[in-house]
């Protein structure tokens, strides 16, 4: 099959400089998001639905000021998504790849353009993100996710078998799944949210998409945007709501084909129990596909570059406030170093400047909402009550106006201690001061502290110190970084995705995610059929 299209490259991310174009057409936008009260109702079979349960559309950074509210699904309107899912699924799946793809194409086109700044806005306000978090995530990458499956699906449908003969033709087919795909989304990441249920929707599936409640707006105008891009009516049936009410309901189905999930740990092994409980129900296996959480290493050798490693740990651990599944979350330094580490470390985070994304020149804003504060804060004491730990940055949380947390760095005297350990998704970085004579014995407590295994990096100057961290840490991590933070993985570059505790490690934004939402067929034609069931060794000794 012949690429309709040329081979897709990163969009590029624009900077937002003083007195740019961009800067200004995007300060309209958001005074314009502002100045509404958005209603973002459930969208199912090309209908808006309106329910008698609403929620606020929130600002993480500004309790005063609420964007608008958005309906909730109760189990019927569930019920009335899947029964669409269902109806779309016999004309979608017949759809031509080409097709399917022209219209993944023109909604990154449009994203790229017209729907760039409304987008990013609604990043910014509902989500609590930079300017340029806001843009590398809403923007680009989610434009590179919708132009890089494209060419992944023609990838994928090259791939045939090896031998045919002059008697024997033989192909695959590349077949959507029967059913429909649960895909669930988290709140910090817009590009996510808008690839849950496109890939799987890609492959000529339909989806069932659950957006996080706290990041409902950008979600929104995602669906929005596939309508205008010419999504047909009922493939991704968008279906805010809460958790609780959507979540059995979709999992008891007999059509679920698949679960498409990103997001807490315990939810996601959660569901897969429900699964279990339900597989005699269902009509076929369900794929189920997951990225959860992580606890992030940065392991320091004594001959990092001090400048390289301060840079990737104040931008890992407190880029959108350490709430990314790839945020640097610990760090090891060697005690040789520390000094020097310390006091560059100290004088840059004392820069870092932190409030409304609308002032682009804070680099940190709030997190997501109350229950991540309470949490965050609930770390930052424990910390600060333990004869283990010390606080040496930040460690103040203000909830007054918007829920603040300044970036707080913990140093340990126990590479154990609960914030090594665990899970925290804010703005916390644990350190643990190591001798570099126990390099190795380091590497392995590295591999062992947590469960999980999504991100990790490297600095060093020595390149057999690097090859001995990459070979000992081969599963500690899915993405594994060499003298850079952890996090900022691209489509196309670096397919994203952990295994243990982190996931099932698919790859987002690779064809190794595309193929877990297709079901092959295997055709052989016979063109020069047998006419006799007898085998020659069956023949009468001369």
Known sequence: MSYPFDKPINEPVKDYSPGSIEKESLKQKLFELKSQQIEVPLIIDGNEIKTSNTSTIDMPHNHEIQLGKFFMASRDEVDLAIESNLKAWHSWSKVSLIDRCSIFNKAADLLSTTWRDTINAATMLNMSKNVYQAEIDAACEMIDFFRFNCWYAFELNKQQPMYSTEFVKNSLEIRPLEGFVFAVSPFNFASIGGNLPSSPALMGNVSLWKPASSAVLPAYFIMK??????????????????????????????????????????????????????????????????????????????????????????????????????????????????????????????????????????????VIDKSAFDSIKNYIDHASASSEAEILTGGKCDDSKGYFIEPTTIITSNPKFKTMCEEIFGPILTIYIYDPMKWDDVLKLIDNTSDYALTGCVISEDEDAIINARDTLKYSAGNFYINDKPTGAVVGQQPFGGSRASGTNDKAGSMFNLIRWVSMRTIKETLDSPKDFRYPFMGEEE
């Not at 569901?271 to 997951?290: A, C, E, F, Q, S």
């Not at 959108?320 to 004088?347: F, N």
């Open 225 to 366: 945007l596939l309508e205008e891009a010419g999504l047909p009516d009922g493939v991704i049936n968008f279906v805010p709501g809460s958790g609780k009410d959507i979540g059995p309901r979709a999992l008891e189905s007999p059509d679920l084909a698949g679960i498409h999930f990103t997001g807490s740990t315990n939810v996601f092994k959660g569901m897969w129990k429900t699964v279990g409980n339900n597989i005699d129900n269902y009509k076929t296996y369900p794929r189920i596909v997951g990225e959860t959480g992580g606890k992030d290493f940065c392991i320091a050798h004594e001959s990092a570059n001090i400048e390289i490693l301060v840079t990737a740990m104040i931008r890992g651990a407190f880029e959108y406030q350490g709430q990314k599944c790839s945020a640097m979350s610990r760090a090891y330094i060697p005690s040789t170093i520390w000094s020097e580490v310390k006091d560059l470390y100290e004088q840059e985070v004392d820069k870092i400047k932190m409030g409304d994304p609308e002032d682009f020149s804070n680099f940190m804003n709030a």
